[in-house]
């Protein structure tokens, strides 16, 4: 493989990502495990809500499984799930805590390369080996996680049956690489949630065609990334209604560079889910996220130490009245995270915990929250 094929593999993993359907964060676990379980984790979450004389935690545990094999020079499978056990406690409540527990979906893709790295074709399918039902006493749990300001590591235990195939390209013009990816899903009917009498509320997702495009360049010491994934979801069917949760476009940017032996590195990226369609036929408003992140890298003493802020900021539509339902007002919030992570070897293993703490406003709720990780990797 010659210097020139490699330039381009960056974008190529960013588009791949984009068009096998895979989530980043398992298909990053996944490439970095290797043929064997090289790297163990566990990531911990927990976020506080409050408003008036309401409290509500929701907290999640996540250990990450993935493999991934290459079979010869071009074919490649990665496999990828999770073990997750999620809860939701309201303060003063007298219904027990809600929790939700157990292996998440699998995902499954092969891969295979044209040419020097310039081209790759994948295939993919979520086999159904998490709980796609939560039952009364599981739906807070299953329901909380998904939310897209908190991001959880997992935002949904299982979603049955889908396959994905796509495609992704890159190449070098000029001293940039731009890569294209683009792929299609479709996901079988599967059964949300299941009512006390036994009887089950059956959900069709929509079909979902996915496009990215990125770019990037090294700038001596610094290099610089953009990208964009749009995301167009066809309607979603459950009891005779017919919905639509609107289409996303994500943009998302980073640079990093080194000052006297400190590394230092923005990402940003910005969320937009457009209006929809709710099944009661009130549309479903606009949201939009933006999340910026600054951290820093320094070694000393054999231990690199890794700074972090991050800001996150939410906007969301407003949504007429309906029969029976109230008119909601438009809403906003923000966060604010400050963390660090360390990083050091022990004999053959590199070891690397982490610790945050989040503040800020979701709705009418205060928010506060933390967030610990512990990584051991082993580094011949």
């Known amino acids: 493989m010659t210097g020139t094929s490699m330039r381009p593999r960056l974008v190529l993993a960013l588009a791949l990502a984009a068009a096998s359907g895979t989530p980043a ?26 408003a008036d ?39 003063g409540a007298a219904a027990r805590p809600s929790t939700i527990y157990g292996l998440t979906d699998t995902q499954l893709r092969g891969s295979y390369v044209f040419g020097q790295d310039a081209v790759v074709l994948t295939a993919g399918v979520s086999l159904p080996t998490g709980q796609s039902t939560a039952n009364a006493r599981q739906f807070a749990a299953a329901q909380n996680i998904s939310n897209d300001f908190l991001l959880f590591p997992i935002g949904t235990m299982g979603a049955g049956f889908g396959a994905t195939g796509g495609i992704a390209m890159a190449r070098s013009i000029g001293a940039w690489n731009v890569g294209l990816g683009g792929s299609y899903r479709h996901s079988a009917d599967f059964a949300p949630f299941e009512y006390n009498d036994g009887q089950k509320a059956h959900y069709q997702p929509g079909n979902e065609l996915r496009a990215r495009i990125g770019v990037d360049r090294s700038f001596g010491a610094s290099s610089a990334m ?38 230092y590195a923005l990402n940003a990226w910005n969320l937009t889910r457009t209006h929809g369609t709710r099944a009661d036929g009130r549309p479903a408003p606009f949201e939009n996220i933006t999340n910026v992140r600054l951290s820093g890298s320094y070694a000393a003493g054999g231990v690199t130490l890794e700074p972090m802020l991050e800001a996150r900021h939410l906007a969301r539509g407003a949504v007429a009245a309906g029969t029976p339902a109230a008119a909601e007002p438009r809403g906003s ?37 933390w967030h610990a990780t512990v990584a051991i990797r082993f580094v011949p």
């Not at 979603?236 to 590394?263: C, E, H, I, P, W």
């Not at 604010?336 to 503040?359: C, I, L």
Request: hydrophobic share 45%.
């Open 25 to 50: 964060r398992a298909l990053a676990a996944a490439q970095d495990a290797g043929v064997l379980a090289t790297r163990a984790a566990v990531e911990m979450v927990s976020y506080t809500l409050k």
């Open 53 to 91: 004389s309401s409290e509500k935690t929701i907290s999640q545990l996540v250990t990450p499984i993935a493999v991934a094999v290459p079979i010869g020079e071009r074919f490649s499978f990665d496999l990828a799930t999770a073990y997750a056990h999620s809860r939701v406690e309201m303060k």
């Open 226 to 263: 953009l990208g964009a994934t749009y995301s167009s979801f066809g309607d979603d069917k459950s009891a005779g209604a017919t919905f639509n949760t609107g289409n996303r476009l994500v943009f998302q940017g980073a640079y990093a560079t080194m000052v006297r032996r400190v590394g």
């Open 333 to 369: 919030g923000q966060m604010e995270t400050a963390g660090v992570r360390a990083r050091w070897k022990v004999g053959g293993f590199q070891v690397a915990p982490g610790a945050a703490f989040s503040t800020g406003k979701l709705l009418t709720e205060d928010l506060t929250g």
